[in-house]
């Protein structure tokens, strides 16, 4: 029952995300005069046609993952085609980059609205995510991230794992900060465990785990990710905005960061996660109440914000590189040569998808 209202929440959540994306996109097109055929509510096939209005059909579809827009050439299309003034490719190569950019800076926004929401409310934050650390309320070093296959996992750590004592037999720290934490690791004699005092909101629990190579270059690590997490009281509207400004921002950078270290071979695919995995990581925030719900959402928002701003084919950040190009050589690049890149991308981002959703079932057994 717990797994299937987590799948109902990732639905909901990318299914906001996304149409949100498109809506960006549709309204930049709309604005500079372009053709948009279809906006769709939904993922094909159709389910529905709900109406049509200046030109674009509105459309309802069977799988409720989020939408996409039709936008008039948007891959590719013929100068000689009647309707051509009205297409993407028609028009400056700046307007053609702020459509592309749209669906992003939607994201973007949209995360920064839920951050300064949470801030509105009060809720947990992490120190490194806000100016005044110095004003959170009982303040505790907490387990952000545990990495896949690291003695942190083998150990039973989970994030939000509060760790209130680390020890080994030379030296013991109590209420320890997140360098300290780290420093302490470190400086572990090579083969000693380290047993740590965690507090998971439903009681404590002892765990015993030994650093290994590896994980941290030059060093031993147990595989988690820390930092101390306190409570924020609300925020008046315009101080929330503002934490929620930075929040944002500093999201946006441990993402790129993250997708850096992926394409450097710092991390492998066993950081990514798929629908699969996604649906744990929900149900985990559910678990923890609404606004951690929230505060995934934003996050996942960046995600989705980061990865479509790659210089890929077949993403948005793909397609502006394209712009980028013909504007440079002062010509359209050969249709069939745009249609194949995006094609051959789509299908690579797909088969990336399955392995990652492959290796997601894995891990459950």
């Known amino acids: 029952m717990h797994t299937f209202i987590s799948i109902i929440i990732l639905i909901l959540i990318l299914g906001v995300l996304v149409f949100v994306h498109e809506l960006g996109h549709f309204t930049l097109a709309k604005l500079f005069g372009i053709r948009v055929d279809e906006f769709g509510m939904g993922l094909p096939p159709r389910a529905a046609r709900l109406f049509s209005w200046k030109g674009t059909e509105y459309t309802l579809n069977w799988i409720p993952f989020g939408g996409f827009v039709k936008i008039h050439g948007e891959d ?35 995360a920064w609205i839920l951050f300064s929401a949470t801030f509105m409310v009060g809720a947990p934050v992490a120190a490194s995510q806000t100016d005044h650390p110095e004003l959170l309320r009982n303040p505790v070093l907490t387990v952000l991230e545990v990495a896949s296959k690291s003695p942190a996992e083998a150990a039973g750590i989970h994030a939000d794992d509060e760790i209130l004592k680390a020890s080994t037999p030379h030296a013991i720290i109590v209420s320890p900060t997140a360098d300290g934490f780290t420093t302490f690791v470190q400086s572990t004699v090579p083969g000693d465990s380290i047993t740590l005092k965690l507090d998971s909101g439903s009681g404590t629990r002892v765990v015993t785990a030994t650093p290994v190579t590896g994980i941290v270059p030059g060093h031993v690590a147990l595989g988690v990710s820390v930092d101390i997490v306190g409570y924020q009281a609300g925020l008046p509207f315009f101080s929330a905005f503002g934490e929620g400004w930075h929040a944002m921002w500093y999201a946006v950078a441990t993402t790129a960061q993250a997708f850096w270290h992926l394409v450097t071979g710092k991390l492998g695919l066993n950081s990514l996660s798929g629908p699969v995995g996604l649906t744990k990581t929900v149900g985990d925030a559910a678990r923890l109440g609404f606004l951690q719900v929230v505060l995934l959402a934003a996050y996942i928002s960046i995600n989705l914000a980061v990865i479509n701003i790659l210089p890929f084919p077949a993403l948005d950040g793909g397609r502006i590189l394209f712009v980028i190009i013909e504007t440079v050589i002062r010509r359209p690049l050969p249709r069939r040569f745009v249609e194949w890149a995006n094609g051959i991308g789509f299908s690579l981002l797909i088969l990336l998808m399955l392995v990652i959703t492959v290796k997601d079932i894995i891990k459950l057994f």
Not at 76 to 103: F, H, T
Request: proline share 6%; hydrophobic share 45%.
């Open 76 to 110: 590719s299309i013929d100068p000689k085609d009647p309707d051509y003034g009205r297409s993407i490719g028609a028009k400056k190569w700046w307007q053609q980059i702020l459509v592309l950019v749209a669906g992003v800076t939607m994201n973007v926004i949209l």
